[in-house]
DNA sequence: TAATATTTTTAGCTTTGTCTAAAAAATAAA
DNA sequence: TTTATTTTTTAGACAAAGCTAAAAATATTA
């Protein structure tokens, strides 16, 4: 499997937890920063290989043997990433790129003997399940915290949004996987949330508490 | 710079050391497996970005720039080896491949935070030196095993042939870096060596002793 | 339901890196 | 120093992965 096909499977495999109802060519293309030309012409590609079930203008659904090679692609993409912030000192905002990259190296050793290395992680540095060997993974029950009750105090496990500049503004406020958070008041208006963590008051946007997740 | 690029910089390189007037483009296509056509367009587009000196007809060299970026590569894919020997568990004779694959990553700050978990190595496995940040690498004064005198007892300090049989040869003869070797016998017809290593005698052909580096 | 807008696909082109076959240059042999 | 051989380059073609522009299908709106 090319470099290219792998990242197609791995979009595909996202976008399809979001809309179970097969994944739209355009959807792909906007992931990808290409054309939609360019989207079909690489469906018809995997659909040849058996890694996606497509059918003209309807959509594109990844069969078992496409959702396991994803799946190891995600391994890959987050043992990578907990490799290169608990060894080598890089922070949550400077892994993804380097992964994106070495995800790609092909060795069944290479990354079971990683994975050893790290001491069988079950999450990565933004709080997703890495998938085993075989393709499971643990589903953990974490929530937004924009859903989270006035009074209630939770701890962060999680971003949904994995961006460098969402992760550097929750540096900036020092929130990382584990810090506890108290939900004070909430604001009907416009979902403009008032916390409180390490002992400080924040508001937060709602877009903020769209994107944390905790538990 | 392509992997393709890279991969052409890399076997000019090695092969600059060998022949010192310049690197025929037969030897660059038989080192990676390629044709002579296909390796003159690529000097091509190699000269045109300043990285060899290349005339038509007169072999290639490597200019300062294309010298240093060939080095960095070499870099990357011996430190690379370290990590997987060192820290993966791998064998000597396992992690060419796939130090092939990683040598391409492209990360300023990995693979420095790389040397530095590995504690700034000066060799690879194969007792090759290790090029740092600039460029530089240690010269360590080695010799064949073929060139030694009898009754000389001397360290295996590097392989010259890197390939898995080679490797795997000296694995069951159970030599390896920092193996001490005596050199009891040559036979003048055809070079055999008879030697000593860890009390017991082993008779070697020239083509073993013409391949192992020694001080 | 008919007209309009959006999404997706097709057709045709481009770039990168490869190949084969033929031509040209350099080397070696006679 | 011709002739033959080997090496290298050129010419033309191909597959992968992308693009633009136009056509076709689907979805939305009036
Ligand atoms: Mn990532
Ligand atoms: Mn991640
Ligand atoms: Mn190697
Ligand atoms: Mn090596």
């Not at 090679?69 to 490799?83: D, G």
């Not at 994106?100 to 990565?124: G, Y």
Request: aromatic letters at 8%; charged letters at 25%.
């Amino acid at each position: 499997m090319t470099t290219s096909e792998e990242n197609y499977l791995k979009v595909i495999y996202h976008l399809s937890n979001l809309s179970p109802k097969g994944v739209n060519t355009n959807a792909i293309a906007g992931m990808l920063d290409t054309k939609a030309s360019s989207v079909t012409d690489m469906l018809k590609k995997l659909s040849d290989k058996e890694l996606v079930n497509y059918q003209k203008y309807q959509g594109v659904f990844l069969t078992e043997k496409g959702k396991l090679s994803a799946k190891m692609i995600v391994r890959n993409h987050r043992l990578w990433e907990v490799f290169l912030v608990e060894k080598l000192g890089f922070a949550w905002d400077e892994v993804h790129e380097v992964a994106e990259e070495l995800e790609h190296i092909r060795s069944e050793k290479l990354i079971n003997q990683l994975d050893k290395f790290l001491n069988f992680p079950s999450f990565d540095p933004h709080g997703d399940p890495i998938p085993n060997a075989k393709g499971e993974m643990p589903t953990i029950a974490k929530q937004l915290l924009s859903e989270i009750e006035i009074g209630s105090t939770i701890t962060c496990v999680g971003v949904k949004d994995t961006s460098v500049d969402f992760l550097q503004y929750l540096n900036k406020q020092q929130i990382s996987l584990g810090t506890n958070i108290t939900v004070l008041e909430k604001e009907a208006f416009d979902g403009t949330i008032k916390i409180e963590i390490n002992h400080a008051v924040l508001v937060i946007s709602d877009k903020i508490a769209n994107n944390l997740f905790v538990k």
